[in-house]
Each structure stands twice: as structure tokens, then as C-alpha cells.
């Protein structure tokens, strides 16, 4: 402290993990407004919406657009809607909720922004600390998420528009396979065939190995460990089905009595057993 700093006031500080491990750090990098329903679609009973998968920690936050005529553009969302609809089906992603459109419903309708996150590491112990009658309450944090737009289903856009534009021939992704593996060697190239003599033939017999997951899906030949595990864990976390969860606000009655969890009504004293030497050598770069 200089001398020019003075104390203006020490506060108790309880400790309480009575929702552990149930606290989540929520950050929005691209969102520069509260996350809340716009008017237009509270209107039309819209809410938000969550999902989990729970062994592989990806959370998705649906937020319900904007659907006023000056800002919404509702020929592109039917557009837009229906190649979300085709990337739901392509990455196993359609979710358990009901009430939604059917598949044998002929318009699909982009009617949400879908925010998408896995854990981020903490580097360190996170706390929520909240100021209540001069004490301060700290709670554990347990995950934190930062989440972001997802747009996959622009790929399926764009794909039918090469389509469209070069004809039938031209979508190069369904003929030429996957893309050669960075960590294999070269090819080596293939040598000149000599012309052979007519009537001259010779008996030859080609076997060819198929490398299969655990559910005996084909994982392509070729492939190197790490990329077959990556190829592996990618389709395990596609396979796993959603589990939707009921989104509150911070003004519901769940949400009051969460916050109110939160603050810790132990007047117990705690008893530091660590001396500031081992404190010291904790913190990292000291």
C-alpha cells in the first residue's frame, strides 16, 4: 500500500459450497447486449432454451431471434432453416425437445442463434463472491463456458450452392474422399507401365483392409493413430444424445432461491492450518 491509499472498511468473508459442483461460469465473448428474449419473440411466447451432453461437457444456449419485418429477412430463414435442419441430420444433433416443426413439414424456419461452448481450464481457484450486510459470501466455480454463435450448417449452405452453380459433376467433396492425412509420408510415385504383349496375362488377387471403430463403423485406411482417435472422439460426441434443460432468467423464483443458496449462514470459524511461506511457494512465478 502507498501512503496515499487508506482502509475504508474490512469485511467477514464466508465461505459456502452448498451448490457444488452446480456453479458455472457463463461468458459471451461476441455478445455486447444482456442474453434476454427480444420483445418480438417474448411476445409470441418464445424462451430461451439449454442442452447438455454431459460426458463430453458441450452446453448450447438457444436464443430466440429477432423476427420483426425491418431486421429479419424471412425468405433467407427458411433458407437458412432448412440447411440447419440437414446439419442436424448429418452430425446426429437433433434434439429430444418437443414441440418442434417435423421433419415432414415443408418450411424450416431459423427462428434461434445457437451459442455453443465446451469447459474452459481454470487457472486457479474460481470464485462467485457476492457483498450482502457487510459480509462477503464466496462460492466455488466449478466450470466456466465460453460460448459462441455456431454456424456448421452454413457448410450445407454452401455446398448446395457450388451445386447449383457448376451442375450435378461439380461437387468435388462426394468423389474425391478425405483429405490426405498431414502426417503421412508422400506417396510415392507410380511406376511406368510397360506395354505388354497381347495374349500375355497374369493371375493377381488384391485384398483390401478396412480399419473399424468400436461399433464397427469404417474409419478409412490409411490413417494415422491420432488422427483415427481424433476421427473416434469426434464421432463419439456426435452419437451422444442431448439432454435438454429449463433455461431461468435472473428475475424467475428458481433463480432467487439459487442466489439465496449461495449465501453462506454458517457463523463457524475456520482455523488457517498454512503458514505464509506455503502460500508463497503457491503462487506461480514467485
Known sequence: MSEEDRLVSV???HFSNTLAPNVHLHQYPLLNRPLQVPPSAAASGKRIRARMKPSVRRLEVHVPVDTRQE?????RSKELGTARVADDKERNQESVQKGKQRDDEPEHRLGEVRMR???VPHSGAYVLGVVRDGVLHLHPISETYQLRPTLTYMDILMRKTKRSRGGAGSDSDSDDGPPPDPDEPAPAPAPKKEKKKAGESKEVQI???KVTDDKG???GGGLTAVRREMLMAIRAEEDEKWEDYEYCDGEAAESNE?????LSRNEEVLECKSDITKMLKDIRGL
Open 117 to 119: 461452448g465446451e469447459p
Open 207 to 209: 485384398s483390401i483392409k
Open 258 to 262: 439459487a442466489f439465496e443458496n449461495v
Open 217 to 219: 463403423m469404417s474409419l
Open 71 to 75: 431486421v429479419w429477412n424471412t425468405d
Open 11 to 13: 469485511l467477514p468473508v
